[in-house]
Structure formats: structure tokens, C-alpha cells
């Protein structure tokens, strides 16, 4: 069983930059693909990154693509997501997730376990 933390959420101004980290334990984190995910205010739940378990495949969403860098330490048994350029339409709770497959996928039911979730805020 993986146990999932999220953390790196906050309040930041629009154009600046949040690290959030994933940390695991439990588990052979190594093994598993993380995606992270984000929800928000009245909206369904969404797809941001994924990486594979040996990071040699990333995916991004379209809204993420050349702001956002999923990057992992299976040393650190960590996953962290670099967010730049941040805009107001980021707000929301990210989650991460794990899947024991070993390529990456956008599609939520696929992953086995998730975090509680950090809150990112992005004033305008």
C-alpha cells in the first residue's frame, strides 16, 4: 500500500512560480507511473502531468506544456511538479497519483492511490 503527500501549495501572485512535491511511502515507488491531477472550485477533476516509472516518458496537458515540469527521485522516493508562469486559472487542489503500470496515463480511474491534495492559489 502507497501512502501519498502532497506539498509546495500556496497563495502566489500571477507570473510566479510554486514546486510541489509528492512524497511516498509503503511502496515500491519506483515502480509505479505519478501523475498529478487538479480540481477546480465547481469543476471536475483533471489531468495536469505524468511521468513513468523510470521517467523515461513524460505527458503534459495542453495547459501545462512549456509552464509546468514533472520531475521524480526514486532515491528520495519523490515525484515534484515545477509550476511557472502561473495564471489565476491554475487555482485549484492538486493531487497526485500513483499507478502501478509502467507508462503513463491521462486517465484517473487507472491510478491506484492518491494524497489529500495541496491548495494552489493564484491571485491576479
Known amino acids: 500500500q502507497v501512502q501519498l503527500v502532497e506539498s509546495g501549495g500556496g497563495l502566489v501572485q500571477a507570473g510566479g512560480s510554486l514546486r510541489l512535491s509528492c512524497a511516498a511511502s509503503?511502496?515500491?515507488?519506483?515502480?509505479?507511473?505519478v501523475g498529478w491531477f487538479r480540481q477546480a472550485p465547481g469543476k471536475e477533476r483533471e489531468f495536469v502531468a505524468a511521468i513513468s516509472w523510470i521517467a523515461s516518458s513524460t505527458d503534459y496537458a495542453d495547459s501545462a506544456k512549456g509552464r509546468f515540469t514533472i520531475s521524480r527521485d526514486n532515491a528520495k522516493n519523490t515525484v515534484n511538479l515545477q509550476m511557472n508562469s502561473l495564471k489565476p486559472d491554475d487555482t485549484a487542489v492538486y493531487y497526485c497519483a500513483a499507478d502501478r503500470k509502467a507508462s503513463t496515463t491521462r486517465t484517473e480511474s487507472a491510478y491506484d492511490y492518491w494524497g489529500q491534495g495541496t491548495q494552489v492559489t493564484v491571485s491576479s
Open positions: 509503503g511502496g515500491a515507488f519506483s515502480w509505479y507511473t
